[in-house]
């Protein structure tokens, strides 16, 4: 049975560090698992919609999410493995537990910076939140 893992990305190197690990591993699976590249673009201020209409809001989060997720979607296809493509709008650790659930993946696979301690708590980042809230297991990249 084929996996479903769930792998966010906003763009950085950072995120691009679980697409390098998925596909220094690919060899490891029978069956590769099948990549659904997830990212969220933060909410904009609910005034903005007085200036600028719905459908040009959802086209520039579309267009911004898609360009963050090319690099990821780029060398997961290099290496075989044809991930599918995501753009949500939200709090990101909220919106990809939400969409890990909803999808029924069976892992999420998450790039981090590898702050600890009191630093990562300062932080509140985002790989700690969705520790916290998902239902799925979470692996952490460094």
């Given at each position: 049975?084929?996996?479903?893992?769930?792998?966010?990305?906003?763009?950085?190197?950072?995120?691009?560090?679980?697409?390098?690990?998925?596909?220094?591993?690919?060899a490891?699976?029978?069956?590769?698992?099948?990549?659904?590249?997830?990212?969220?673009?933060?909410?904009?201020?609910?005034?903005?919609?007085?200036?600028?209409?719905?459908?040009?809001?959802?086209?520039?989060?579309?267009?911004?999410?898609?360009?963050?997720?090319?690099?990821s979607?780029?060398?997961?296809?290099?290496?075989?493995?044809?991930?599918?493509?995501?753009?949500?709008?939200?709090?990101?650790?909220?919106?990809?537990?939400?969409?890990?659930?909803?999808?029924?993946?069976?892992?999420?696979?998450?790039?981090?910076?590898?702050?600890?301690?009191?630093?990562?708590?300062?932080l509140?980042?985002?790989?700690?939140?969705?520790?916290?809230?998902?239902?799925?297991?979470?692996?952490?990249?460094?």
């Amino acid at each position: 049975m084929t996996q479903n893992w769930l792998v966010p990305i906003d763009g950085s190197e950072v995120a691009l560090k679980s697409v390098a690990w998925i596909i220094d591993h690919l060899a490891d699976w029978r069956d590769a698992p099948q990549i659904q590249l997830i990212n969220v673009q933060p909410l904009l201020p609910n005034d903005i919609g007085r200036f600028i209409n719905a459908d040009t809001i959802r086209e520039f989060h579309l267009e911004s999410g898609m360009k963050a997720l090319a690099a990821s979607r780029d060398k997961l296809v290099a290496a075989g493995v044809t991930p599918e493509l995501h753009v949500m709008v939200g709090e990101a650790a909220t919106t990809i537990t939400e969409f890990a659930e909803s999808r029924g993946c069976s892992q999420i696979v998450l790039g981090t910076r590898g702050h600890s301690g009191l630093t990562g708590t300062l932080l509140g980042s985002v790989a700690m939140k969705v520790v916290h809230l998902s239902k799925s297991p979470v692996l952490l990249v460094r």
